[in-house]
């Protein structure tokens, strides 16, 4: 089977920076995204890792160690818009699904 | 095209009835996937589709759950027999081969009474 844990909730103020840890088991492992979500609202796509670094966009950026089963979502300059549940999520196997993990909440303050 | 649209957003149903959601991709997209997410879960895979072939499917997924893409475009999720527990939103996402961004659609809320 596949296991993912991350933080349930994590607290910053705005124009800080935020690390969000994920760590994973799973075999044939792929890759590691990472979708955000606001509240009532769908799912959306912020990065895929499939080797080793720092993958940078924007005020986002992620990062995998595949040795480790480790990775981490970097969130730069927050702003309250930030505000919302960030999944990590591994894709494994031959095909492209992908297993989320629990989320974590993101709550910014001014 | 505006994305992934599904239908209803919200179902209300009592149980043990039928229920049977739709889902459009983007257009362009040959691949289709179908989650549930419970509060304070994240999304939980059921089944995977490129164009028209059902590929992989939730081991977790009961005999009650059946999903078909008849011509590779969109896609219908029919649970029979509902359950109380088959409360969840249920989202439709969309990809093309060989990208690893998959866009998902608004969800169809089911509450089973």
């Known amino acids: 089977g596949q296991s993912l844990e991350q933080p349930s909730e994590v607290t910053a103020v705005e124009g800080a920076i935020v690390q969000i840890n994920c760590t994973y088991q799973?075999?044939?492992?792929?890759?590691l995204s990472w979708y955000q979500q606001h509240d009532g609202g769908a799912p959306t796509f912020l990065s895929y890792n499939g080797l080793d670094g720092l993958e940078e966009t924007g005020r986002f950026s992620s990062f995998l160690s595949r040795s480790d089963s480790y990775g981490y979502l970097l969130l730069q300059e927050l702003q309250m818009k930030d505000s919302a549940s960030y999944f990590c999520a591994v894709r494994a196997g031959g095909y492209s699904t992908l297993t989320f993990g629990k989320g974590t909440m993101l709550l910014v303050s001014p | 095209d505006t994305g992934v649209s599904q239908d209803p957003r919200h179902k209300i149903t009592k149980r043990g009835q039928n229920v049977t959601f739709r889902c459009d991709p983007i257009?362009?997209?040959?691949?289709l996937y179908w989650y549930r997410q419970t509060l304070g879960q994240g999304p939980e895979f059921l089944t995977y589709f490129q164009n028209e072939a059902q590929l992989e499917k939730s081991r977790l997924l009961s005999d009650r759950f059946s999903a078909e893409r008849p011509k590779g475009s969109f896609s219908t999720l029919e649970i029979q027999r509902t359950e109380q527990g088959d409360s969840a939103m249920y989202l439709c996402?969309?990809?093309?081969?060989?990208?690893?961004?998959?866009?998902f659609g608004p969800g169809t809320r089911l509450t089973v009474l």
């Open positions: 799973t075999s044939g492992f792929y890759g």
């Open positions: 996402a969309s990809s093309l081969s060989g990208s690893n961004e998959q866009f």
């Open positions: 257009s362009e997209h040959n691949r």
